[in-house]
């Protein structure tokens, strides 16, 4: 058995560091020189205070520990702790492993604690350096984890953002292709469109885009695109219509222009042409970048209406002027001195001026519900004879179309008094030549014929007193004649004979006038007997024969016989021979012939005289109507024709004359045989 002096030198042998305190206020009973070295105390301290030994663990926890360890007799164990302790004059802070074991006697009393430590501070440091390895490790894992993440999540974004930028270049490609597309769908509409379009970009206005209408307009081909408008078409400049282009280049304004006029070059010439169009800006980014031009070429409208516009105004002046005429021919018609009346085709009154109201006395309401036979007024001749319906004027304007003028009627009336009126009546045709009517013009002339009346009632009266006295002279001078001795020399013979002569012509002169009365009254009863026409004319030649010494060629076909008043167609004969040697005195012959005809015998007079002018014809017919040029010098009424054409006519025969001025005339008649 061990003695506890070698025990304890064993213990200070021993390479634990080992210390024993033997009382509560912890005497250093024992301490080996590892406890010492760890410490740091050198010298003996055995038997003092620990806290006196060691200072510096004063305010450290050891103290109190062991002291506690003493008092409960429970052994404490610490591990890995650190202790400050002054080291060669230094304090020095280094780690043990350290236990505080109570040491208890028999009844449990602690009398000593036994303090054994190792310094770990080495192996603390590996800990601590593999601890901070394992720190900075997990410090990089968890910055690498953060970095990782980061890059995840920056990888996240990236492809996030990547994922937008494909959708972004999807989108914009495909904005690119609709883009394109647009921009070939525009090219196409400007192409196709129904109406001219261009584009014009640039200040000088070069044509981008043009289609094929519009060229047309232009009158270019494809080679005006990409050049300035008025580069290619200089003849534009200065037109009003190309200027406003400009005008909405410069202002950004738009235009449109209805029916616009402008001067364009067609096959050479400038010509005016008519356009609607429509003028827009075109804008990049706001900053206007050209001008769209849309326009519709309405020359052929504009023209046509322009067209219809001058008919327009030229019916509306026609009408104006038409109007204007109608109411210069209505105040004509209404101040007019002559009757006038419209007739539809079957003579019914449609229209009357008021003179014509006024010379028929009737107003214009009962006018025009009358025709023009209406018997509430009997037409007749100016004779006193009825006028047959065909022998009205008006009746034969509607029926032979011919017009006729100065045809004396008389119209009767119950209870006025009888109306003599001049007649012109002319056919009114339609385009077709149809008969739409007829027009009346008349006169009052019933002063005029009754003024004629009292003239022939006045000559009727002194022709028929003169009669008388004529004859009694004449049968005067025969006596007187025969008185004397009848020698041809003798002077007394010779004025008898003068004498005789004017008697003669007095005689005549009066006769005719009696007889022109008579015959124009209609007073003369036909003596009609059978007899041979060529045998009076015979008689009658030779008469004038020997009285005026003319040669008279008669020329009979046949022998004509005639049933007529032999006295009266003598009178014809002889006034128209007589006429022939008056008018005709220088050219000696005269051809009379005698042509029986179907049912008819015409007799013929020819002269080779001067002639009737052509213009006097119509009237040569007229009583007391004189023709020719040398009346003054030729005596006569103008009644010998009238009262032949009367005598004629109340035959039932015609009467008429051929003449050229200058080349004779033949006078002429037929008789019904
Ligand atoms: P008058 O002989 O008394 O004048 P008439 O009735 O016989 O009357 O003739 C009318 C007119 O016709 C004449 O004044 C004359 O101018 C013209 N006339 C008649 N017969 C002829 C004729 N044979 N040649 C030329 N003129 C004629």
Request: glycine share 6%; aromatic share 6%.
């Amino acid at each position: 058995m061990l003695s506890d002096q070698t025990l304890l030198h064993i213990l200070t042998l021993s390479q634990d560091a080992t210390a024993v305190y033997d009382s509560p206020d912890l005497h250093i009973c024992f301490v080996n020189q590892a406890m010492q070295a760890f410490w740091g105390k050198t010298g003996d301290i055995t038997g003092k205070p620990l806290v006196i030994a060691v200072p510096e663990l004063d305010g450290q926890p050891f103290i109190g520990l062991l002291e506690r360890v003493w008092t409960t007799g429970e052994t404490y164990r610490a591990t890995d702790t650190p202790a400050m302790l002054v080291i060669d004059g230094f304090p020095k802070v280094s780690y043990f492993d350290f236990e505080y074991r109570a040491i208890q006697d028999d009844s449990g009393q602690v009398i000593a604690i036994l303090h054994t430590a190792t310094d770990v501070s080495t192996r603390l440091a590996a800990l601590q350096q593999v601890a901070e390895k394992k720190r900075r490790e997990e410090g990089l894992i968890s910055e690498l984890k953060r970095s990782s993440e980061d890059i995840r999540e920056t990888n996240d974004y990236l492809s996030a953002v990547n994922r937008e930028l494909i959708a972004s270049n999807a989108r914009i490609s495909l904005l690119n292709e609709r883009l394109q597309e647009s921009d070939t769908n525009f090219k196409r509409l400007i192409a196709q469109a129904p109406v001219a379009a261009m584009v014009l970009l640039g200040e000088d206005l070069a044509i981008e885009l043009a289609n094929q209408p519009m060229l047309d307009i232009l009158n270019r081909d494809e080679t005006a695109i990409g050049r300035p408008i008025l580069e290619s078409m200089p003849e534009l400049k200065g037109e009003p219509a190309v200027e406003l282009i400009f005008e909405t280049f410069r202002t950004g304004k738009a235009f449109d222009g209805n029916e616009v006029p402008v001067r364009m070059k067609r096959n050479g010439l400038l010509e005016t042409r008519y356009f609607n169009f429509s003028y827009r800006p075109l804008r990049d980014s706001g900053r206007i970048i050209g001008v769209m031009d849309l326009a519709i070429e309405v020359t052929g409208q504009v023209r046509a209406r322009k067209h219809l516009e001058a008919i327009i105004s030229e019916k509306t002046t026609l009408e104006q002027n038409l109007r204007a005429n109608e109411q210069r021919l209505q105040r004509i018609l209404d101040t007019m001195a002559e009757g006038v009346i419209i007739t539809d085709a079957q003579g019914g009154l449609t229209y009357v001026n008021p003179m014509a109201q006024k010379i028929m006395g009737v107003d214009e309401t009962e006018l025009l519900q009358r025709k023009y036979d209406d018997n509430r007024w009997q037409n007749e001749r100016t004779d006193g004879t009825p006028l047959a319906m065909e022998d009205h004027p008006v009746y034969i304007a509607l029926r032979t179309r011919l017009s006729l003028y100065d045809q004396e009627i008389a119209i009767v009336r119950q209870g006025w008094e009888k109306l003599y009126i001049s007649v012109n009546a002319a056919p009114l045709e339609d385009n077709h030549q149809q008969v739409t009517g007829c027009i009346v013009t008349f006169t009052d002339v019933t002063n005029r014929i009754k003024l004629l009346q009292q003239k022939d009632d006045f000559i009727s009266i002194a022709s028929h007193e003169l009669k008388t006295p004529v004859t009694t002279l004449k049968v005067s001078l025969q006596l007187l004649a025969r008185m004397t001795s009848g020698d041809p020399d003798n002077a007394t013979t010779k004025l008898i004979g003068q004498a005789n002569r004017s008697a003669e012509k007095l005689s005549a002169l009066v006769s005719g006038l009696l007889n022109s009365n008579r015959l124009s009254q209609g007073r003369f009863p036909l003596n009609k007997t059978h007899f041979n026409i060529t045998d009076l004319i015979n008689e009658c030649c030779q008469h004038v024969r020997i009285t005026t010494g003319r040669v008279i060629d008669l020329k009979e076909t046949a022998p004509a016989e005639v049933y007529a008043d032999e006295q009266l167609i003598e009178q014809v004969i002889v006034n128209l021979i007589n006429n022939a040697v008056k008018y005709a005195p220088e050219a000696g012959q005269i051809s009379v012939s005698v042509c029986p005809e179907n049912d008819s015998v015409r007799v013929s007079v020819t002269d080779f005289g001067p002639g009737i002018p052509a213009e006097k014809l119509p009237y040569i017919f007229e009583r007391y109507y004189r023709a020719g040029q040398n009346n003054g010098l030729i005596p006569g009424l103008g009644l010998g024709l009238y009262i032949c054409e009367e005598i004629i006519h109340k035959h039932g025969g015609h009467i008429g004359v051929e003449s050229e001025w200058g080349k004779g005339a033949t006078f002429w008649f037929s008789l019904p045989s």
